[in-house]
């Protein structure tokens, strides 16, 4: 994920909200996605926006602006078990190697204090 | 039972052998991808298939070939193994007719090459 950027690690406590950023930058922009990998696990599906704004889903949401090449995880009412990488993804039909597969970003690493 | 499955789930094995590792899923989609993973490198697609005989180069393809022998299984293999190729490796598959079509992801294979 080259053109993906994110945070490598942030740290909140238990019970506040949480912001995570992710900037993007494709020529043929056709979705973003969120994904929560525990160690040692594998990733799972969060969330998906391909049109501005924002998109909510229990504890999670997720905004995109296609305009400035912005996305972010909001996670709210904070529990351990959310300690996890966080990534995301972007499909860029621009490109090549990927077609319509995803473009990931390196992670970012959010641990949750007590 | 799960949905997408990885055989082996670990494996260590040695410079210059050639090493098979297998994906099969069960939830009907026709497409399926390969991607390893590395600390601080995120995840990197390596080979696609959007169906049975149809096969796409990834990002980082050499070293690796794949071979899909039915909807259900697409296999990805180390003609030489190296030590770089150490990593976790992660089938996932995604169906175009979703909203999304968000990748669903099998447990990982680790690898240690030796």
């Known amino acids: 994920g080259q053109n993906i950027d994110q945070p490598t690690e942030m740290t909140a406590t238990e019970g506040a909200i949480v912001q995570i950023n992710c900037t993007y930058q494709t020529s043929g922009f056709n979705g973003l996605f969120w994904y929560q990998q525990h160690a040692g696990e594998a990733p799972t599906f969060l969330s998906y926006?391909?049109?501005?704004g924002l998109e909510e889903k229990g504890r999670f949401s997720s905004f995109l602006s296609r305009s400035k090449g912005y996305s972010y995880l909001l996670l709210k009412e904070l529990q351990m078990k959310d300690s996890a990488s966080y990534l995301c993804a972007v499909r860029d039909l621009s490109n090549s190697n990927s077609g319509y597969a995803l473009n990931f970003g390196k992670g970012t690493s959010l641990l949750v204090t007590p | 039972d799960a949905d997408v499955t990885q055989t082996p789930r670990n494996r260590i094995t040695k410079t210059g052998k050639r090493i098979m590792l297998e994906c099969s899923q069960t939830k009907g989609h026709d497409r399926m991808y390969w991607y390893r993973q590395d600390p601080g490198l995120g995840l990197r697609l390596i080979y696609y298939s959007f169906d049975v005989k149809d096969i796409n180069k990834g990002e980082i393809s050499d070293g690796y070939s794949v071979s899909r022998q039915a909807q259900a299984k697409f296999s990805l293999s180390l003609e030489s193994a190296i030590p770089n190729q150490t990593a976790l490796y992660f089938c996932a598959t995604s169906d175009l007719e979703t909203r999304a079509d968000e990748q669903f992801f099998g447990p990982g294979t680790r690898l240690t090459v030796l």
């Open positions: 926006n391909v049109l501005d």
